[in-house]
């Protein structure tokens, strides 16, 4: 199983040295990936009394793409991963250009993360129909694997249409690995279907291993083989003691992620050092596990 960090987007701040540092610290301390966060626009909660999203405008996102365009050149070895990108309420063409820029330019470290996203908000100030964004994005995965893999593209779908065009320079890995976010059923749907693996927000507990049979049986009628498909999952360090981060640790490796990350944001840590202190901490636990 795979150790990662996740980008403390909210908490980490705008001064490029402590970004930098936070991902070489993370790379050095033997990490497998950094997943990143995304929102475009915050609400402005001032007129909207009923609000429920979690993030507002006072909540800090560094843009994934650009964000991964800089690590790429101040890191080595550590895999970028979105965790997730809001796929439907992006340009897909645009979408491929930009990930395909970021794996040129870390030399095939991206992995692609993508969700439905919850914040309607964003959609509308984006220009895209946030009620049909599950039917649309099993279109644009099909266009993106077409981008990343040929030189040449004429696709003709229902939402997308690219005729005889395409991107360069192509991406390193050709195609770029999608995981998808989510747990919706129709989400397991498309993860069985269409997905390198999933990104998968459920508690390594009974409940969780259901979804993940249930999971795997859709993959099994898709006439895929359940080994294909990797599972990501989170665990936090707020709230929890070391014995909790050897237990999260254990838990997740017995269900069969392939992929575990750890949370630093809403610990209470005041400085990037902190959170950096925070990972070391958590690595040095998870070493002993083994």
Partial sequence: MKLGVIFPQ????????????????AEELGYNQI????????????????????????????????????LAGVTKDITLATGIVILPQRQTALVAKQAA??????NGRLRMGIGLGWNQLEYEAMGKDFHNRGQRVTEQVELLRLLWTQESVTFEGEWESVIGAGI????????????????????????ATQSDGWIAPIKPDADGRKRVEEMYALAGEAGRDSSAIGIEGRTDIKNATEDDWATAVAAWH???????????????????QQHIDAIRHFKTVADALK
Wanted: no cysteine.
């Fill in 10 to 25: 909210t908490e980490i701040g705008s001064d490029p040295g402590a970004v930098r540092e936070f991902a070489q610290a």
């Fill in 35 to 70: 997943l990143a966060y995304e929102h475009v626009l915050g609400a402005d909660i001032t007129n909207r009394p009923d609000w429920k999203g979690m993030y507002t405008i006072d909540s800090a996102f560094h843009e994934p793409f650009v964000l991964f365009g800089y």
């Fill in 101 to 106: 820029e970021v794996d040129v330019l870390s």
């Fill in 168 to 191: 360069n320079p192509m991406p390193v890995q050709r195609p770029i690995p999608i995981w998808m976010g989510g747990n919706a059923d129709a989400v397991l749907r498309r993860i």
């Fill in 254 to 272: 017995d269900l069969g992620a392939t992929h575990l990350d750890v949370s630093t944001m809403g610990a209470g840590l005041e400085t990037p």
